[in-house]
């Protein structure tokens, strides 16, 4: 049997998926391909280049045994390579210590266990669902755990966001292998061929929850409100760590292999690891806000007025950029239509902003992070953490300037653009959680980075109908969109310390779920 590939195949948006398989059927018949099997949607999106005409696009997989000619838009495919767990060539001498449940913490400890390893996961902070509660707490009341939070916690901090699955890395086994262990544990199996694919944060906890279940069922444990605190070397090679508990007592485990997949947010584990000889750099990253429109405009300046209302349609998005001469450039990144803005920090006395989605998408607003690219020039420093020190003084001014009560600080954007502080807000209404307080952002950023996003958001304005809308809300601080650090390994995944392996977004190697979560399993395999 041959693997097949369909392309170009164009549906209505009415048109049920069933249907479209369907016709695609009949329409091989026609060419006289009777002799088909496993025929499946590999790919799915939506053509809204002609506002009166929209249209989704897919592609196809099928096998067969017949002899096809191929085409532009048909033609034979290698079949789907699957990750072959490296297991029988592995000896492990101690068991094998994961830091961080995130997306390449999850994927790290599930490859181990397939192994036969029987890792140990070290989670700072608390299982899914008591987390969940503990976050709910924090929004609807202000009362905040260092513990557990948005950041820290099973599942990291993508538990609580849109879910996006987009990533910009090749797809490939590692990719595949993610997608399919996530369909395994609750997510929707459109997550497989949509061309923007998302779970959202109802459908990851409990997707979450179902892979920390396997990982034990193969012999895998997770030990929660626990947190790496120091590490043993010697000669250059790791020898043990020292762990916290909940309750401020240390004990030591004796391991030659530890996987740092630690998130984004660990600086005082950054710190422990700079203090002890671990090798890392400043890494550039970005800061800026998060805006705010109600959904419906964003679905009628991408729509149009014949399907901005359409049944058959989600909650529109989109992605932005401007590009200046000062080295600076201004995007937007995770936007999370029909969603909420949350407060995401995981120090007391620090406000930092996110947005979150659930899977349908179906509140008011539409947001995303409006970010500035900063570097050297910013943080006053080459030092390794000078980025990760910049960040933290960022958020500490956005708590005072917010009332220093974890409401954030918020502006419309013609505020914003006239230099101005807001006192109130017209029709659209913050949604940040656990909530705002008008205010001028000069106070926060300093005048490069003002004007820059100022000018910013002028010429996204021109590219998307209504995106500087002087009644959208600008929210504060987002500075937590990537790492700002990278620790160096080498093409074994290895860090200049033996047995330490560093993964995931928090090293520095990864930009989203997919991406972290495969390269926790590429660190596994020890892939160049």
């Known amino acids: 049997m041959t693997t097949y590939r369909m392309n170009n ?25 009777g002799d088909i099997s496993a025929l499946k949607l590999i790919k799915k999106s939506l053509d809204a280049r002609k506002k009166d005409k929209l249209f989704f696009v897919y592609a196809a997989q099928f096998e067969s045994s017949a002899e096809i000619k191929a085409n532009a838009d048909l033609f034979a495919v290698e079949a789907e390579e699957k990750l072959e767990v490296a297991g029988s060539e592995r000896v492990f001498l101690t068991r094998p210590v994961v830091v961080g ?32 509660k503990m976050v709910r707490t924090f929004w609807d009341r202000g009362e905040f755990s260092e513990i557990s939070n948005v950041q820290f916690g099973e599942g990291g901090a993508g538990t ?25 544990a609750g997510a929707p199996k459109e997550i497989l061929y949509l061309a923007k694919p998302h779970i959202g944060t109802d459908h990851l906890v409990k997707m979450v929850e179902n892979i920390r279940k396997k990982i034990i069922r193969l012999g895998g444990e997770y030990r929660f409100y626990e947190k790496l605190v120091d590490i043993k070397v010697v000669n250059g090679a790791l020898q043990a760590i020292s762990v916290q508990r909940r309750d401020g007592a240390c004990y030591e485990i004796k391991t030659d292999n530890l996987f740092l997949a630690l998130g984004h947010s660990a ?15 400043q890494k550039p990253f970005a800061v800026g806000v998060r805006i705010e429109h109600k959904q419906e405009d964003i679905n009628l300046a991408q729509y149009g007025r014949t399907y901005f209302r359409s049944s058959y349609l989600g909650a529109a998005d989109y992605k932005l950029a401007a590009h ?62 000078a980025g990760m020190y910049f960040q933290e003084a960022l958020e500490k001014k956005a708590f005072l300037l917010g009332g220093g009560d974890y409401f954030a600080p918020a502006q419309t954007v013609r505020d914003f653009l006239l230099g101005k502080k807001t006192v109130r807000f017209g029709r659209v209404n913050p ?42 809300v600008l ?54």
């Open 9 to 33: 195949i164009k549906a209505g948006i009415e048109v049920a998926e069933t249907e479209v398989l369907a016709n695609i059927r009949l329409e091989l018949q026609k060419m006289g391909i």
């Open 101 to 132: 449940s995130g997306p390449a913490g999850m994927m790290a400890a599930l490859c181990l266990a397939e192994m036969g390893a029987k890792p140990i996961v070290l989670e700072r902070g608390a299982p899914v669902l008591e987390r969940q």
């Open 160 to 184: 609580f966001s849109d879910g996006k699955l987009m990533t910009g890395i090749k797809k490939d086994k590692f990719t595949a292998k993610v997608l399919h262990e996530f369909v395994e």
């Open 267 to 281: 600086r005082d584990t950054f710190e422990m690891l700079y203090r002890r000889g671990v090798a890392m750099e």
């Open 324 to 385: 200046f001469d000062n080295n600076r450039s201004v995007y937007t990144f995770c936007m999370c239509p029909g969603g909420v803005v949350v407060g995401a920090t995981s120090l007391a006395g620090h406000v930092v902003t996110n947005g979150m989605s659930e899977f349908k998408r179906d509140r008011e607003n539409a947001n995303a992070a409006v970010l500035v690219n900063v570097d050297a020039r910013d943080f006053g420093s080459n030092e390794p953490l």
């Open 431 to 472: 949604s940040y959680l656990p909530g705002v307080r008008g205010a001028d952002f000069r106070e926060l950023f300093s005048s490069e980075l003002y004007l820059t996003l100022q000018k910013g958001l002028v010429e996204m304005g021109k590219k998307l109908k209504g995106f500087d809308d002087g009644e959208a």
């Open 475 to 528: 929210t504060a601080v987002e500075s937590r969109s990537s790492s700002p650090v990278r620790i160096l390994r080498g093409k074994d995944f290895q860090s200049n310390i033996k047995g330490i392996y560093p993964l995931g977004e928090g090293a520095g190697y990864a930009g989203g779920i997919t991406s972290a979560a495969a390269d926790g399993l590429k660190g596994i395999n020890f892939v160049n």
